[in-house]
């Protein structure tokens, strides 16, 4: 069974830096591509990143540009997002998802809707 577990939240200092850790099992991350989303309390889900299978390619959100970045390391089945220069926007539940394909397709790596599998969350608070 597919399975997907965020770590690395936490309360971090406004321009400090964070790195989430995304472990799957149950599957292959050859086979899907994976997405980074959001969810600050009263907003909706927003998708920050995805990376296709293999790295080949990746789209992020022009709320995270040049500040966070995505990346897999397929000996681990582990996906990262790396978070820099953090505000208090930024706080939110983190979640990782899969989708059942390979690739992001472009802006549909950032809709919830494209995405079939669901990790738990992990809180990122971000302390002015």
């Known amino acids: 069974q597919l399975h997907l577990v965020e770590s690395g939240g936490g309360l971090v200092q406004y321009g400090g830096s964070l790195r989430l850790s995304c472990a799957s099992s149950?599957?292959?991350?050859?086979?899907?591509?994976i997405g980074w989303f959001r969810q600050a309390p009263g907003k909706e889900r927003e998708g920050v990143l995805c990376?296709?299978?293999?790295?080949?390619?990746?789209i992020e959100a022009n709320s995270v540009l040049g500040r966070f970045t995505i990346s897999i390391n397929d000996a681990k089945n582990t996906v990262y997002l790396t978070m820099n220069n953090l505000n208090a926007d930024d706080t939110a539940v983190y979640y990782c998802?899969?989708?059942?394909?390979?690739?992001?397709?472009?802006?549909?790596?950032?809709?919830?809707?494209?995405?079939?599998?669901w990790g738990q969350g992990t809180q990122v608070t971000v302390s002015s």
């Open positions: 998802a899969a989708r059942s394909v390979s690739q992001c397709s472009g802006v549909r790596g950032l809709q919830g809707s494209a995405y079939d599998f």
């Open positions: 149950g599957f292959s991350l050859a086979d899907h591509a």
């Open positions: 990376i296709s299978s293999g790295g080949s390619n990746t």
